[in-house]
């Protein structure tokens, strides 16, 4: 579709498939257990030369530089998490439409998501534990990360269409600077709730155990769907709309 003729619906319908990817990604780092070893600086200190830090960021770190010689990071929809030092790309620039206003550019919230996702998501889905498999883990968790990062800054684009729909609401707050209201503005508590509801659904329809006589699932899910509502509930929707807000924000510039 056309960016052009982006439509609340259509910004709305977006994220409804990408909660598939996060659940799906979700259940995949599940897989595992925590595994911490994976995100403390003193596993890899020492082994890996010219470089600092977890076992994670060295696999992110990496793999960023590959895709952003790809072209990845020209698509407006999608952040590096380390975006210093990016090799340039090398691929023939794609003309992606020019839907968002150019300070939008300037938005990537990756450092809160990254300290959000280690701190406090990852152990409220993730069994506690040991395995040694960590290279295994840290590649679930990029796939994690890149997920969530896709669908919080994808709030970008749903706020430049609430603010096209009715600029006459938004302007005065953000002329004056005025967070709380552009907040309220922009909330659709409706529309949340489905979400919560939705994506617990989805949670139990895709993390059950598949049998072929029906007998295999006994309540018990890959990821506990309740878990999966309060991440969109506590975390996914508030970062989302943290960036509608930064956003908007700028949207006068
Ligand atoms: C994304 C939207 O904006 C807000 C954020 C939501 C979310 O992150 O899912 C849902 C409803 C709104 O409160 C939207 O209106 O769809």
């Not at 590959?66 to 340039?88: I, M, Q, S, T, V």
Request: net charge neutral; charged share 25%.
């Amino acid at each position: 579709m056309a960016k052009n003729s982006l439509t609340l619906e259509s910004v709305r319908h977006s994220l409804i498939r990408q909660e598939d990817s996060i659940i799906f990604s979700l259940i995949e780092r599940a897989h595992f257990p925590i595994n911490s070893p994976t995100y403390s600086q003193s596993y890899v200190s020492n082994s890996i030369p010219a470089f600092s830090g977890s076992l994670l960021r060295f696999v992110v770190k990496e793999t960023e530089a590959p895709l952003a010689k790809a072209g990845r990071y020209a698509n407006p929809e999608e952040h590096p998490f380390f975006p210093e030092d990016l090799p340039p790309s090398v691929v023939p620039p794609h003309n992606f439409a020019k839907f968002l206003h150019p300070p939008a550019a300037s938005i990537n919230i990756n450092q809160d998501i990254w300290d959000t996702y280690i701190n406090k998501l990852l152990q409220l889905f993730v069994a506690p534990g040991d395995d040694g498999n960590y290279a295994s883990t840290a590649a679930s968790d990029l796939v994690c990360l890149q997920a969530l990062s896709r669908r919080i800054h994808y709030g970008k684009l749903v706020a430049e269409v609430k603010f096209r729909e009715s600029p006459q609401e938004y302007e005065p707050a953000i002329r004056a600077k005025d967070r709380d209201t552009l907040m309220k503005l922009l909330t659709f508590e409706k529309v949340e709730e489905a979400v919560m509801k939705r994506v617990a659904k989805k949670a139990m329809m895709f993390g059950q155990e598949v049998t072929l006589n029906n007998d295999g699932n006994h309540g018990k899910y890959k990821v506990d769907p309740s878990v999966v509502s309060r991440l969109y509930g506590d975390w996914i929707m508030p970062l989302t709309k943290h960036v509608e807000v930064e956003y908007l924000l700028r949207r006068l510039d």
